[in-house]
Antibody, heavy 121, light 108 residues
Framework: QVTLKESGPVLVKPTETLTLTCTVS??????????VSWIRQPPGKALEWLAH???????SYSTSLKNRLTISKDTSKSQVVLTMTNMDPVDTATYYC?????????????WGQGTPVTVSS | EIVLTQSPGTLSFSPGERATLSCRAS???????LAWYQQKPGQAPRLLIY???SRATGIPDRFSGSGSGTDFTLTISGLEPEDFAVYYC?????????FGEGTEVLIK
């Protein structure tokens, strides 16, 4: 059974760094057909793709947030970590991680439940 | 960056009607890399369509996708009560990957 679960702080202060962890089960982060993306959704707004990490450790980032984001993975722990620096109230959102199959599907076939993050002093 | 435009932002239908949702790209997208998602309130998105026209596992055949180049369409033939939701298209053909703004399908 494939699952993804996001974890991290619910509340962060402006200018702080956010660290989110996605813990996966039911598949391996070393599987060359699979990778993990982070997507966020501000309250009442659309989905926004943030970053992706491939099985090869190749990274891809949103152009507008590239300077603030770092994605990494620990295959032995089955975890993908996203850090976002210099948090601002506009970064308040639900953050999702999702599995992307990059061979036959090219779609996020499994998603975490999402973790809400509020940026406020 | 490829911009995906989903308009209108809201559509209203009666149950049983056919819904046609549009996704237009600012540049050509290889149809292999065009996906559609459904999202209901308080839930994570669910993959409906990948490769522009292939249904994901467990998706009813009333959902179909079509299109190529810059124009893609999601069709729901015979809306069921559980289909009233927000639908997003996403492209993976050119980095950065991008989502459309979504189309909300409301009950008339």
């Amino acid at each position: 059974q494939v699952t993804l679960k996001e974890s991290g702080p619910v509340l962060v202060k402006p200018t702080e760094t956010l660290t989110l962890t996605c813990t996966v089960s039911g598949f391996s982060l070393s599987n060359d057909r699979l990778g993990v993306s982070w997507i966020r959704q501000p309250p009442g707004k659309a989905l926004e793709w943030l970053a992706h990490i491939f099985s090869t450790d190749e990274e891809s980032y949103s152009t507008s947030l590239k300077n603030r984001l770092t994605i990494s993975k620990d295959t032995s722990k089955s975890q993908v970590v996203l850090t976002m620096t210099n948090m601002d109230p506009v970064d308040t959102a639900t953050y999702y991680c999702a599995r992307l199959e990059t061979t036959t599907i090219w779609g996020c076939d499994y998603w975490g439940q999402g973790t809400p993050v509020t940026v406020s002093s | 960056e490829i911009v995906l435009t989903q308009s209108p932002g809201t559509l209203s239908f009666s149950p049983g009607e056919r819904a046609t949702l549009s996704c237009r790209a600012s540049q050509s997208v290889d149809r292999t890399y065009l996906a559609w998602y459904q999202q209901k309130p308080g839930q994570a998105p669910r993959l409906l369509i990948y490769g522009a026209s292939s249904r994901a596992t467990g998706i009813p055949d009333r959902f179909s996708g079509s299109g190529s180049g810059t124009d893609f369409t999601l069709t729901i033939s015979g809306l069921e009560p559980e289909d009233f939701a927000v639908y997003y298209c996403q492209q993976y053909g050119s980095s950065p990957w991008t989502f459309g703004e979504g189309t909300e399908v409301l009950i008339k």
